[in-house]
Nanobody, 124 residues
Framework: QAQLVESGGGLVQPGGSLRLSCAASGFIFNRYTIAWFRQVPGKEREFVAA????????YYDDSVEGRFTISRDNPKNTASLQMNSLTPVDTANYYC?????????????????WGQGAQVTVSS
């Protein structure tokens, strides 16, 4: 059974940094795209970043470009999201997700497995 487990969320001050991790199991990790989405109550889940199976490139939403970095370690079946220069607007529940293709990487409906989410709160 496929499983994704996020960790590393918490409370951070504006301007600070946080690193989220995603541990995967139950599927062939190095053949799947990994992405991060985020959601705040009352709003749709939105795309943050994605990285394909070979990790040769990464794609970001404009709102996080230059501040967030997505990465993956295929031998360890893990992925990470390094978040820098955080602002209160980044406050959300962050989800790790995976799909077998990369073509529609920002489309949440394409993702078949999801983690339970990790809360990130940016506040002074």
């Amino acid at each position: 059974q496929a499983q994704l487990v996020e960790s590393g969320g918490g409370l951070v001050q504006p301007g600070g940094s946080l690193r989220l991790s995603c541990a995967a199991s139950g599927f062939i990790f190095n053949r799947y795209t990994i992405a991060w989405f985020r959601q705040v109550p009352g709003k749709e889940r939105e795309f943050v970043a994605a990285i394909p199976d070979d990790a040769k490139r990464a794609y970001y939403d404009d709102s996080v470009e230059g501040r967030f970095t997505i990465s993956r370690d295929n031998p360890k079946n893990t992925a990470s999201l390094q978040m820098n220069s955080l602002t209160p607007v980044d406050t959300a529940n962050y989800y790790c997700a995976t799909q077998q293709w990369f073509e529609y990487y920002s489309n949440r409906s394409r993702y078949i497995y999801w983690g339970q989410g990790a809360q990130v709160t940016v506040s002074s």
